[in-house]
């Protein structure tokens, strides 16, 4: 009896996972503030993480397809296309070309891509394809005669060194962040891009409006009441791994991404695309 139990429990998680990975939930957030111009009021962002080399269908078109139904004036790639720094081009090319034919892309480094043996390789192939790499700088995004800001950092492994502790990397990437806030003209509406999420308080302290973020694939396996099990970099029953957060006058949106990394599978937790949503506050 206990046996059979125990074949029908696996047979369960196995189907649910199953469904769990190939069916792409589309979560919109509106994002609402007195600093958006009124030009942006409306504007519509897609975020894209933690891809790892997934699939959706023959040249990406189940996942493309779901990002020209969001009708996005831009889209941000937050790091992680790659799975241990591996490529698979023709995920690679299916994915960027389609999206580069729907709207403005923006690209920031996960931690996945950092170790790849050719970086400034990946770097060069999005943007020979049209892509803006947001490497530690910001570019400004003009509607009419009214702009914001968007601004990307690279994942802190960038600044590891061999030799030194993990803490000394993170010292040297808030200096980096620091250095891209005051590049960032005064009084714009700023939008970072970064793969972390567990930095939240550094992305506060220095006065980001909104941050997209991705890294803790929404915590891989979620259950009822318990929420997400484990985050990299957070560890087990993670703060930060899916949805929206706020520090001050920043807010932080976290994707669940879309593909897997150490953990083969997901459980209770689809892949997601993230829609974002500008909405000027005018009280």
Sequence with gaps: MLLRIGALAVIAVITISRFDNQTIDSTSYEVVSSRIPPA?????????????NRRFGPNQERLLQLVRKANPDLVAIT?????????????????????VAIAPVYFVTG?????????????????????????????????????VAIAGIDDPDIFYEKGKSQPQAIDRWKVALAGLRVRIQ???????????????????????????????????????LLGAIYAP??????????????MGRTQMIVSRGLGNSHFPIRILNNPELVIVRLTRRTD
């Design 111 to 147: 931690n996945h891509d950092i170790i790849s043996s050719d970086l400034p390789g990946m770097r060069k192939s999005l943007e020979d394809l049209g892509v803006q790499i947001l490497a530690g700088r910001s570019v400004v995004v003009k509607r009419g005669n009214e702009s």
């Design 186 to 224: 005064p009084g714009l509406y700023s939008l970072l891009l970064s793969h972390r999420p567990e930095r939240l308080g550094s992305y506060a302290d220095f006065g980001f409006d909104l941050v997209l973020a991705g890294h803790a694939h929404g915590g891989q396996v979620r259950l009822p």
């Design 79 to 99: 790091g992680d296309l790659t799975y241990h720094g591996k490529m698979d081009l023709g995920c690679f090319h299916d994915l960027i070309y389609g999206l």
């Design 233 to 246: 970099d957070q560890g087990f029953f993670p703060r930060y791994t899916s949805g929206r957060y706020s």
């Design 40 to 52: 942006f009021d409306g504007f519509r962002i897609v975020q894209i993480s933690d891809l790892h």
